[in-house]
């Protein structure tokens, strides 16, 4: 097969909803194996996929220069969990990995505000266009300032010479020193206000609204939370795949 191929069938892969290989294979062979001359293995499959993660990288990148929200001064910043394990058993388990780069050593807890809960994995933060095309994302430690990494994604946001950007984000992207931070980047933030602030605040729950409803589709439809992956580079490439897919559904 050609790489081409085989990113097809990753995006297939993920647009199907099927996480594991050896199922998605098997229904690839019945659904689209007229589509493809010869369909690989499971262990063929992994090693194509895995190898291709810089390329399913790049393709994220220029299908995003093509989508209509590229060029947009709007974007939404928010971040959500990637778990790894729910149960205590599991993280045990993951810390007697004998994979070289295994997610167990890189995983912590974090707490997720929104659904009033611990989780154990990492978090995943995006920049994303008002109509869903992805302008930056990060993946780190749950322990890791949301602020930091958004000044970081901030940084390296492509767009034209000089533009200024408006951020819509939550309650915790707050801060003096960090509004002077995004304005040395030519950037502002946008949020409701807090119980301990003065002032009525501006209502952007409908503008808000947007940024939940592309996470729903990247967990539920696009089965991101069971990404099935056992060590950090899987894990980079199978988020690779669904933003892929992600990305090539915007219209």
Sequence with gaps: MTDAEVVTLCVAQAIIGIPSDPRFLAVANKRLGHLFPTLPDRSGFYKRREALSDT???????????????????????????????????????????????????????????????????????????????????????????????????????????QMLTLIGDKNFRGAQFETDLATLDACIQRPRRKDESGKGRHLAPIRQRVESIYWTAKDILTLERHGARTLHGLRTRLACHFLALTEDVP
Aim: proline share 5%; charged share 25%; hydrophobic share 35%.
């Design 56 to 162: 399913l990288e790049a393709l994220i990148a220029e299908s995003a220069r093509h989508s209509p929200g590229s060029g947009d001064d709007v974007l939404l910043v928010d971040s959500t969990p990637v778990e790894t394990a729910r149960s205590r058993e599991t993280v045990k388990r993951g810390g007697q990995s004998s994979l070289a780069d295994a997610i167990s050593d890189a995983a912590d807890y974090g707490y997720c505000a929104s659904h009033s809960r611990y989780f154990y994995g990492f978090r995943l933060h995006c920049l994303f266009a008002m109509d869903g095309t992805p302008r930056a994302l990060a993946l780190t430690s749950p322990k890791i300032d949301e602020r930091e990494v958004c000044l970081a994604m901030v940084a390296r946001c492509q767009r034209q010479p000089g």
